[in-house]
């Protein structure tokens, strides 16, 4: 059977060579006679999965050595509560809100202390990301916390040399790691969910610099404690472990692929035909400012609301699934991660153009 165009916003599209290798693995991972799900997480077969994980991605973000790296669980989603757990310190943190998630990470972390609003651009639909000058920052914050790619809406954030120097940054990158270089060294902390750009939904990564642990607050369960977890190499309990293969066989892709530069070249064509396409047309429509606008989903809506329901079924008879938007803005969400082909965003586009010469 032929595999579709999958436009999910996660969990989302892997590469096919990866999703092909796990296949020839999955009985007898490199003669060892078992699958990586039936090996315990302490031998040395895991532990040989894990190391080159680790050693994978700190090639490819360019890890300074003095910055952990952590696979755990509970998705980006309990990062919302871990991050004040284990950096508040009796302390205030500011929060940019600039959609869905990051006004879903400032509302959790307001059970755990003070936290406040630096900027928000709710009231223009989240559109943008704020300028620097726009954030309103308390001098004794222990972090800022930021999305720097809103799944949901389509913003993101592509210059990081605009954020406040000085206090530590934390951010929540789920769903548009690995599709750049970054400068690690700018953040304190970054968290992402790995069912976006990573791999298979199950582990969330934590790269956290190394003077900020060992602050957590008391009566903080032992697992979300990132100094214990960064001690124990991840394994204070049983990991993830097929979800941290799988990642591991993600992050050997990059590489071959040329790393994060040569990823880059292709998000950013891939999303520049899809926004001119967009733009071209008085069909379909992008609400965010063009600098703003996300490489990794790219929200639109029909000119009639009405077409929606038949835009996606004539998609899906074409091979191209999970187009429909996030529930909370309706239209349709084209999500292009790293392992969406060029010729996937074609696809996508020769259809998007016979549907307008249909209806428009
Ligand atoms: C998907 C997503 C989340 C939530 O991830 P879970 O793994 O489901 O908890 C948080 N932040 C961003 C930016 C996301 O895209």
């Known amino acids: 059977m032929e595999r579709i165009h999958n436009f999910s916003a996660g969990p989302a599209v892997l590469p096919r060579e990866v999703l092909e290798q796990a296949s020839d693995e999955l009985m ?14 302490r031998g040395k077969e895991f532990g040989t999965i894990l190391e080159a994980a680790e050693a994978d991605l700190r090639t490819l973000l360019g890890i300074p ?8 669980q509970g998705g980006a989603t309990l990062q919302f509560a871990q991050v004040p757990m284990n950096l508040l310190a009796g302390d205030s943190a500011d929060y940019i809100v600039t959609g869905d998630w990051s006004k879903k990470a400032y509302k959790e972390a307001q059970r755990f202390g003070a936290v406040h609003q630096a900027a928000s651009t709710e ?3 989240f559109t943008s990301f704020p300028a620097g000058s ?19 809406r389509g913003v993101e954030l592509f210059d990081f040399s605009a954020l406040p120097k000085g206090v530590p940054l934390v951010a929540d990158m789920s769903s548009h790691i690995l599709s750049r270089p970054i400068d690690v060294s700018r953040f304190g902390l970054i968290y992402a969910g790995a069912q976006k750009n990573i ?15 060992g602050k957590v607050a008391a009566g903080t369960p032992t697992l979300l404690d990132y100094a214990v977890q ?7 309990n049983t990991p993830p472990t097929f979800a941290i293969y799988m990642a591991g066989l993600v992050f050997k892709w990059l590489i071959r692929q040329g790393g994060l ?3 880059e070249q292709v998000n950013i ?34 000119r009639d609301p009405k077409l929606d329901e038949s835009f996606i079924e004539q998609a899906r008879q074409h091979g191209i699934l999970q187009i429909k938007g996030h529930k909370s803005v309706g239209g349709m969400r084209a999500s292009i991660y790293n392992a969406m082909p060029l010729d996937g965003v074609q696809a996508l586009m020769d259809f998007m153009d016979a549907f307008e010469q249909q209806h428009g």
Not at 28 to 41: F, I, L
Not at 65 to 72: E, G, K, M, Q
Not at 134 to 152: F, G, M, Q, R, V
Request: glycine share 6%; charged share 15%; proline share 5%.
């Open 28 to 41: 007898n991972w490199h003669g060892c006679g078992m699958s990586v799900m039936e090996m315990s997480h």
């Open 65 to 72: 050595a003095n910055y952990r790296v952590l696979f755990l």
């Open 123 to 125: 009231a223009d639909g």
């Open 134 to 152: 726009d954030l309103k920052l308390n001098p004794d914050a222990a972090y800022l916390h930021l999305c720097s790619n809103e799944t949901i």
């Open 199 to 213: 791999g298979p939904a199950g582990v969330c990564l934590v790269v956290v610099r190394e003077d900020l642990l």
């Open 230 to 236: 960064a001690e124990q190499h991840s394994m204070l």
């Open 261 to 263: 530069a040569a990823m």
């Open 269 to 302: 064509e891939k999303a520049r035909m899809l926004y001119a396409m967009i733009d071209r047309s008085g069909f379909y429509h992008n609400p965010v400012q063009p600098a703003c606008r996300s490489r990794m989903n790219v929200p639109f809506t029909l």
